[in-house]
C-alpha cells in the first residue's frame, strides 16, 4: 500500500477533516469544561480508560488475527470529532458539552492513541517482531496528523470567523465524501479477503459499537449525569473516527488489514449509531444555547 493514493491523498483528506473540525472549535470550547467537571471526568475516562480495556479484553479473548485486533485497538481509541457534535445537535444531546469533550479529545488522542496502539502491537506482534511498537517518528506523524490540522484550523477561526461560519456545511459535506471514499479504498484493497474479515471482525465490531454507545450513556447515568449531557457523552464516546484509525493503520503502520476493522465499522455503526439516538434521545429536548461555530448554527 505504498500508492500515491496511500502515501498523499489520505493523509491529506484526513487533514482536511481535522482542519474542519478546527474549524468549530473555540479556546472558549476548552474553558467552558468548568461547567460540566462531573459529565466531562467520567466521559473521558470512559473513552480512554472503559473502552479500550472492554476492546482489548475482547480481542485478546477471541480467535482475531493481530493485525485486525490491532486494528480494533486502534479504532476504539480513536475520538469522535465533529460528527458527533452533528448527531448529538440531532437527537437532543447537550451540544456545548459536546464541543468541550471534542476539544478535549483532540488534544489527548495525540497522546492516547499512540500509547493505546503500542500496548497493542506489543501484546498482539502483528508482525511477529517482538513486540515493536511505534517508534518516534511514527509517534511525531500521528502528533502531525490529528493535532496541526486542528490548531490550524482554530487559528482560521480565530482569524476569519466569517470564513469558518461560510465553511462549514462545505467541509461537512466533503468530509463525509472523504470518507466514503478512504472506506471503499480500504475495503476494495482487500476486497479478495473481505468476506473473511467480516466473518472474523464483524461481530466484535457490531459488539463494541453497541457496547460503546452503552458506555457512553448508561455510566455517566449511573453517576448522575442528566440525561441530554449523557445522550452527548453517548455520542462523543460511542462514534469513532473511522478516517483517523484508517489513515494511522495505512500510512503510520502501513498495514492495510489494520484498517479492516475501521472500514467494516464505518458501514455497520450507521444504522447502529441512529438507532441507538433516536431511541436514546426520546422526550430529550437541548435547552444549551449552541455555541457559534456548530454545524447549523446561525
Same mark, same amino acid.
Given at each position: 500500500?505504498?500508492?500515491?493514493?496511500v502515501?498523499?491523498?489520505?493523509?491529506?483528506?484526513?487533514?482536511?477533516? /481535522?482542519?474542519?473540525?478546527?474549524?468549530?472549535?473555540? *479556546?472558549?470550547?476548552? =474553558?467552558?469544561?468548568?461547567?460540566? @467537571?462531573?459529565a466531562?471526568?467520567?466521559?473521558?475516562?470512559?473513552?480512554?480508560?472503559?473502552?479500550?480495556?472492554? &476492546?482489548? $479484553? =475482547?480481542?485478546?479473548?477471541?480467535?482475531?488475527? @493481530?493485525?485486525?485486533?490491532?486494528?480494533?485497538?486502534?479504532?476504539?481509541?480513536?475520538?469522535?470529532?465533529?460528527?458527533?457534535?452533528?448527531?448529538?445537535?440531532?437527537?437532543?444531546?447537550?451540544v456545548?458539552?459536546?464541543?468541550?469533550?471534542?476539544?478535549?479529545?483532540?488534544?489527548?488522542?495525540?497522546?492516547?492513541?499512540?500509547?493505546?496502539?503500542?500496548?497493542?502491537?506489543?501484546?498482539?506482534?502483528?508482525?511477529?517482531?517482538?513486540? %515493536?511498537? /511505534?517508534? #518516534?517518528?511514527?509517534?511525531?506523524?500521528? #502528533? +502531525?496528523?490529528?493535532?496541526?490540522?486542528?490548531?490550524?484550523? /482554530?487559528?482560521? !477561526?480565530?482569524?476569519?470567523?466569517? #470564513? +469558518?461560519?461560510?465553511?462549514?456545511?462545505?467541509? !461537512?459535506?466533503?468530509?463525509?465524501?472523504?470518507?466514503?471514499?478512504?472506506?471503499?479504498?480500504?475495503?476494495?484493497?482487500?476486497?479478495?479477503?473481505? %468476506?473473511d474479515?467480516?466473518?472474523?471482525?464483524g461481530?466484535?465490531?457490531?459488539?463494541?459499537?453497541?457496547?460503546?454507545?452503552?458506555?457512553?450513556?448508561?455510566?455517566?447515568?449511573?453517576?448522575?449525569?442528566? !440525561? &441530554?449531557?449523557?445522550?452527548?457523552?453517548?455520542?462523543?464516546?460511542? %462514534?469513532?473516527?473511522?478516517?483517523?484509525? /484508517?489513515?494511522? &493503520?495505512?500510512?503510520?503502520?502501513?498495514?492495510?488489514?489494520?484498517?479492516v476493522?475501521?472500514?467494516?465499522?464505518?458501514?455497520?455503526? *450507521?444504522?447502529?449509531?441512529?438507532?441507538?439516538?433516536?431511541?436514546?434521545? !426520546?422526550?430529550?429536548?437541548?435547552?444549551?444555547?449552541?455555541?457559534? $461555530?456548530?454545524?447549523?448554527?446561525?
Amino acid at each position: 500500500m505504498e500508492s500515491w493514493p496511500v502515501a498523499v491523498a489520505l493523509p491529506l483528506a484526513l487533514g482536511f477533516i /481535522m482542519f474542519g473540525l478546527g474549524l468549530s472549535l473555540t *479556546v472558549e470550547d476548552f =474553558l467552558r469544561v468548568v461547567r460540566y @467537571p462531573r459529565a466531562v471526568f467520567v466521559a473521558l475516562c470512559c473513552q480512554v480508560i472503559v473502552l479500550p480495556a472492554l &476492546a482489548f $479484553g =475482547l480481542v485478546a479473548g477471541l480467535d482475531v488475527t @493481530p493485525e485486525l485486533a490491532v486494528g480494533v485497538m486502534l479504532l476504539m481509541a480513536s475520538p469522535g470529532g465533529a460528527t458527533a457534535n452533528l448527531l448529538s445537535h440531532l437527537f437532543g444531546g447537550d451540544v456545548a458539552l459536546n464541543v468541550s469533550l471534542t476539544a478535549l479529545n483532540s488534544v489527548l488522542s495525540v497522546a492516547t492513541l499512540p500509547l493505546i496502539t503500542n500496548i497493542a502491537l506489543g501484546y498482539f506482534d502483528p508482525a511477529g517482531t517482538g513486540g %515493536v511498537g /511505534m517508534q #518516534f517518528t511514527k509517534v511525531a506523524q500521528v #502528533f +502531525a496528523l490529528v493535532f496541526v490540522p486542528v490548531v490550524a484550523g /482554530m487559528i482560521a !477561526r480565530r482569524l476569519r470567523p466569517g #470564513f +469558518a461560519d461560510r465553511s462549514d456545511r462545505p467541509v !461537512r459535506v466533503l468530509s463525509v465524501l472523504f470518507l466514503v471514499i478512504v472506506t471503499v479504498a480500504a475495503l476494495v484493497a482487500e476486497r479478495n479477503n473481505i %468476506v473473511d474479515y467480516l466473518v472474523d471482525i464483524g461481530a466484535v465490531v457490531v459488539v463494541l459499537c453497541v457496547a460503546s454507545l452503552a458506555v457512553g450513556y448508561f455510566v455517566p447515568k449511573a453517576f448522575g449525569v442528566v !440525561r &441530554a449531557q449523557a445522550l452527548a457523552c453517548a455520542m462523543e464516546i460511542g %462514534v469513532h473516527n473511522c478516517v483517523l484509525a /484508517m489513515t494511522i &493503520a495505512i500510512s503510520v503502520l502501513g498495514d492495510v488489514r489494520m484498517a479492516v476493522p475501521a472500514g467494516v465499522y464505518s458501514i455497520i455503526s *450507521v444504522p447502529i449509531v441512529y438507532s441507538a439516538g433516536a431511541w436514546l434521545g !426520546r422526550g430529550v429536548r437541548n435547552r444549551e444555547p449552541r455555541p457559534s $461555530g456548530l454545524p447549523g448554527a446561525s
